[in-house]
């Protein structure tokens, strides 16, 4: 019986802190992503991320095929590795608070500067920058700006998603590539499942 | 899943002129000859009217024109019983105005009517009217012509889709009924004699049809008004539950299922689809079962099917929201937690489930993630590389461990796969019990096919809906090839996404089969010409199953074939491509399409009507007779 009202207990835990960025100010919960953003440029590891990618995969990536639009999607693989070790560290640091967030890990490419793609998404699938389903994209200006100064960003805006971008380095202190840290005021727990 | 792979098969041209339903021994009739003013005529279920009383150009032979056989005001039917026989009714009036119309059999012959109207779709890429949508209406039908709503510039002509049931306890016998188009004083009636045949269409669906979607976010999307009211607690409403139910209906009436998938390529779970957790570790529990048994209670025990006509039948299938992240935390994975969270939980569903008594439905194990979507690192759908049967491997040691041997509740391991289909057959021989494999790919292992149907496993086919531009017997393509290969079933891969404007501006609706009903005052989906098109086929699938009590499986496939495009069964099968003999890894879509070109002319020139012949000659084997 005990034990019955101790899980019921912790359900409305879970419920109340799910609900918690919900009561928040976009202001303030700025601030606690920005803190998390603050460990995930300690603690993601550049150059495993850029082992996760397959050299296979990289060399399909950019190639336009007019006549197999799918080549780069139907290509694209990562090694299991790498991945798997990032992307429980990126989980880890989105439990630093108990509200739903997502840690995305978005890499550069040293063959197209100009591009950028998410390589890892999380379990609440938020991203403010992402076009749902695309391989990779152009670099938003925000990101750019992050990866020009190398300071986290914070970006407030459409869809009430709160984003902050922050630098992954790799052995050489090259940035690699972007943490997006990110929740929203209102979680919508339908959007993305797909 | 994905649509691409098997578009190939869908060229959707027409073959050479077969023989025409003999009862309706032209596409048309005319209206009463005792008064030209008004209109009714009558044509197939597969002859489409547009809304300027022809019939839309794809549902035409090469050659042929409308038929107009004069005298004729008398529509003929002939039907098994515990099933539906259809036909399209155009309303025409000379001028604009009002008019009603009436359908009507003797009420003691317990035959009942229902009367759709149809909607026309402006279709953007040409411009031109596709009748698909069917709106219930009252019988008798009071309305206008131009239709107010549908606003379509100089219509003359309005369709109705007549679906007629016959009970199963009908006794056999020929009944009179008739149709009644009266404007003013003006009137055309069509006399309708039904033969209702000794054959029973049997309850039991020969071939599962599956009608899949994703998630529930649409719902609001396509109910506006129905979420608004609810607010932000549509999603836990019993509003959204009852539209749920209401298609899982729609698509079990017209003799299919419907599957929704509640999970998201990184593992987002929709709470509507899964109970509520909580805790970690040795300690991850169910919380909660009140959103999964608000969803699936009436699903599983089939009171959901309760007034319908096929009756309360739990649903055969259902996705379990089980991923790499529900129910263990990909956190945990490769770790000790991960699979006491799984085995936990999914032991947990297993007593839930064997204690509500839902055994009649087989639950999915399935991974619908995609590494492109950047959630996990290895496919769950459509694998292409070998490396990736390793985590199946894991999930089914996890499943076992979960899942009590000799369980009554049944756990089925799901795969969609297309590359390494040959490959996987063998390597997750054993584990995978449930296959969806790709037409394409399934098109040159017709030996492999038989072997892992002998072992037990199920296998379907996917591929996706013709448009609404296509012939109108186009829908049944795909279903016809799964059941000439003796597969257990066939899936749209999406049945429940209009465009963004299905009514004036269509994109072809190759996604929809079943409409929001909202703007017509409905509070769930609306079928489609498409979908009872496809119901039809799939009444005399069933009747083909039966059949094989007396009949040989081969030898009724290859009458069908013959009737259907003057082909031999083989002839559905592709010759083995040099390029199966390579990896997966190092083929491409052009060399895929490439390699089933050659046996592409045995789907193309199909006539629109090529399954009346068939139906008849499945009817008359069915009613005990030797049809040539």
Redesign the interface.
């Known amino acids: 019986m005990i034990k019955r009202c101790l ?1 019921l207990a ?2 409305a835990f ?1 419920l109340s802190t799910i609900g918690y960025a919900q009561t928040q100010t976009h202001k303030s919960l700025a601030l606690e992503l920005e803190e998390v953003a603050r460990v995930a440029t300690v603690m993601v590891d550049g150059d495993v991320c850029q082992r996760i990618m397959t050299e296979r995969a990289l060399k399909k990536l950019f190639v336009v ?1 007019p ?2 639009q ?2 780069g ?8 590795e790498p ?2 070790q990032t ?2 560290t990126l ?2 640091l989105a439990k630093l608070r108990p509200y739903p967030i997502d840690c995305n890990l978005w890499m550069l490419f040293k063959e197209n500067p100009r591009k950028i ?9 938020m991203s403010r920058f992402w076009t749902w ?1 695309v ?1 990779y994209q152009d670099i938003p200006p925000e990101m750019a700006e992050v990866l020009a100064s190398g300071k986290p960003k914070t970006v407030v805006g459409k869809n009430d998603l709160i984003s902050v971008l922050t630098p992954v380095y790799n052995s050489l202190g090259e940035i690699v590539g972007l943490v997006e840290v990110v929740s929203r005021a209102q979680m919508n ?6 | 899943m994905s649509f691409w792979k098997s578009m190939i098969f869908r060229s959707g041209h027409f073959m050479q002129v077969l023989a025409l339903l003999p009862l309706f021994s032209t596409a048309t009739h005319p209206f009463s000859p005792q008064d030209q003013a008004v209109q009714l005529e009558v044509s197939s279920e597969y002859s489409r009217p547009d809304p300027f009383g022809a019939i839309v150009e794809a549902d035409l032979g090469k050659n042929e024109k409308r038929a107009n056989d004069g005298d004729l005001n008398t529509i003929q039917l002939r039907a098994a019983r515990n099933g539906y026989i259809s036909f399209h009714l155009t309303a025409k009036l000379p001028q604009d105005g009002p008019y009603s119309l009436s359908v009507n059999f003797q009420k003691e012959s317990g035959i009942q009517v229902d009367l759709l109207k149809t909607w026309f779709h402006l279709r953007r890429a040409d411009k031109k009217y596709y009748p698909d949508a069917l709106i219930p209406i009252t019988n008798p039908y009071k309305a206008a012509i131009p239709d107010s709503e549908n606003s379509i510039p100089g219509q003359t002509a309005q369709a109705f889709w007549v679906d007629v049931w016959i009970p199963r306890e009908t006794a056999p016998g020929v009944y009179e009924g008739d149709a009644t188009l009266q404007s003013g004083s003006k009137r055309s009636s069509l006399k309708i004699q039904l033969q209702v045949s000794q054959a029973v269409i049997p309850e039991d669906d020969a071939l599962i049809v599956d009608h899949n979607s994703y998630g529930t976010s649409w719902l609001a999307q396509l109910y506006p008004k129905l979420s608004r009211a609810q607010g932000e607690a549509f999603f836990r409403s019993d509003a959204v539950f009852g539209l749920i139910h209401a298609y899982h209906r729609l698509f079990y009436e017209h003799r299919g299922a419907f599957h929704q998938l509640g999970y998201g390529h990184a593992g987002k779970v929709g709470p509507e689809f899964a109970p509520a957790l909580t805790g970690t570790g040795r300690e991850k529990r169910i919380a909660s079962w009140e959103l999964f048994d608000r969803h699936y209670a009436p699903l599983l025990d089939g009171s959901a099917f309760a007034q319908t006509r096929r009756g309360a039948r739990p649903i055969p299938f259902a996705y379990l929201p089980i991923n790499p992240e529900w129910p263990a935390s990909f956190l945990a994975w490769g770790e000790p937690g991960y699979e006491a969270e799984f085995v936990n939980v999914v032991s947990e569903m297993e007593r839930h489930f064997r204690a509500k008594g839902w055994t009649r439905t087989k639950f999915e194990m399935f991974f619908n993630h995609k590494k492109r979507y950047k959630g996990f690192h290895w496919d769950g759908d459509e694998t292409r590389f070998p490396k990736d049967d390793t985590p199946f491997l894991e999930f089914n040691r996890l499943l076992k461990k979960a899942v009590p041997a000799g369980s009554p509740v049944q756990f089925v391991y799901r795969l969609d796969a297309s590359w390494r289909l040959e490959d996987q057959f063998k390597s997750l021989a054993g584990v995978v019990n449930f296959w969806v494999c790709s037409s394409t790919i399934l098109s040159w292992l017709p030996e492999q096919l038989k072997s892992v149907r002998q072992r037990g496993d199920i296998v379907w086919t996917y591929s996706g809906p013709p448009a609404i531009n296509e012939p109108s017997s186009a829908i049944l393509e795909n279903p016809l090839r799964a059941w000439m290969w003796n597969t257990d079933g066939y899936v749209h891969w999406l049945t429940v996404g209009p465009s963004a404007d299905p009514w004036f501006n269509s994109e072809g609706e190759a996604t929809c089969l079943a409409y929001p009903g909202e703007r017509f005052g409905i509070a769930g989906p609306i079928p489609s010409i498409r979908l009872k098109i496809q119901r039809n086929f799939l009444q005399d699938i069933s009747l083909l199953k039966a059949l094989e009590k007396t009949h040989s499986p081969d030898f009724l496939r290859s009458e069908v074939s013959k009737r259907v495009n003057g082909t031999k069964p083989g002839d559905w099968w592709n010759p083995r491509p040099a390029l199966a003999n390579l990896p997966p890894e190092e083929w491409n879509n052009p060399g895929i399409e490439q390699a089933v070109a050659s046996n592409r002319h045995h789907y193309q020139d199909w006539n629109p009507q090529y399954w009346q012949a068939v139906h008849q000659y499945i009817l008359k084997l069915a009613e005990g007779s030797q049809p040539q």
């Open positions: 899980s912790f359900v879970n095929d006549e197999d799918w080549a999607s139907d290509n694209f693989d990562v090694n299991a991945f798997i992307k429980k989980m880890r793609q998410i390589l890892i998404r999380n379990q609440y699938e389903g391989l727990w339908q959007e993305n499942v797909k």
